[in-house]
T-cell receptor, first 114, second 113 residues
Framework: DADVTQTPRNRITKTGKRIMLECSQTKGHDRMYWYRQDPGLGLRLIYYSFDVKDINKGEISDGYSVSRQAQAKFSLSLESAIPNQTALYFC?????????????FGPGTRLLVL | GDSVTQMEGPVTLSEEAFLTINCTYTATGYPSLFWYVQYPGEGLQLLLKATKADDKGSNKGFEATYRKETTSFHLEKGSVQVSDSAVYFCALHWRTGGFKTIFGAGTRLFVKA
């Protein structure tokens, strides 16, 4: 079984709809991250969480919110989706400390906003 | 500001050819440097890393050396295989001053049999 799972893997939605992307991990890591990937732009950080009570904005948090329901679960919500949020979204995890530099990524969720 | 620049792809090579994918960076402080690989339909996975100047990271025949004097971390492999076809991302990560990671735009590699 995969260590970092994301659901759904693909999603099509309409402008203005609220959607949630979910991430679960069995690695026992305390840190979790949400990124989006756009062609030619690499990955950009949306939000990150170092433990259950810790939520931090990343480079491009506008239009997104997150919830860290448990150490193993980190959800990303688009309150009112817009077409320029069409992208590939990745969840990632890491440990704390020096070893935490390496991030472990889920398979991604491909989102299309019409 | 801090940034990472990778060579544009796609890079197309024949099997057993020598590979170089260039990565240069601008950074304050002393980041660790990474190469991640993304195979079709999958998330990124760590390929190799180097945490300080002159360190060499290596894995699966790939290697890269942290060159502070030229601010570079070029990825090399002596003989590529079809199975190396993927997108390769150079990334920087700072351990101090909060969390910060910057990814390059990625370089797509195609290897022909």
């Amino acid at each position: 079984d995969a260590d970092v799972t994301q659901t759904p893997r693909n999603r099509i939605t309409k402008t203005g709809k609220r959607i949630m992307l979910e991430c679960s991990q069995t690695k026992g890591h305390d840190r979790m991250y949400w990124y989006r990937q756009d062609p030619g732009l690499g990955l950009r950080l949306i939000y990150y969480s170092f433990d259950v009570k810790d939520i931090n904005k990343g480079e491009i948090s506008d239009g997104y919110s997150v919830s860290r329901q448990a150490q193993a679960k980190f959800s990303l919500s688009l309150e009112s989706a817009i077409p320029n949020q069409t992208a590939l979204y990745f969840c990632a995890t890491s440990t704390s400390g020096r070893a935490g530099e390496t991030q472990y990524f889920g398979p991604g969720t491909r989102l299309l906003v019409l | 500001g801090d940034s990472v620049t990778q060579m544009e792809g796609p890079v197309t090579l024949s099997e057993e050819a020598f590979l170089t994918i260039n990565c240069t960076y601008t950074a304050t402080g002393y980041p660790s440097l990474f190469w991640y690989v993304q195979y079709p339909g999958e998330g990124l996975q760590l390929l190799l890393k180097a945490t300080k100047a002159d360190d060499k990271g290596s894995n699966k025949g790939f290697e890269a050396t942290y060159r502070k004097e030229t601010t570079s971390f070029h990825l090399e492999k002596g003989s590529v295989q079809v199975s190396d076809s993927a997108v390769y991302f150079c990334a920087l990560h700072w351990r101090t001053g909060g969390f910060k990671t910057i990814f390059g735009a990625g370089t797509r590699l195609f290897v022909k049999a």
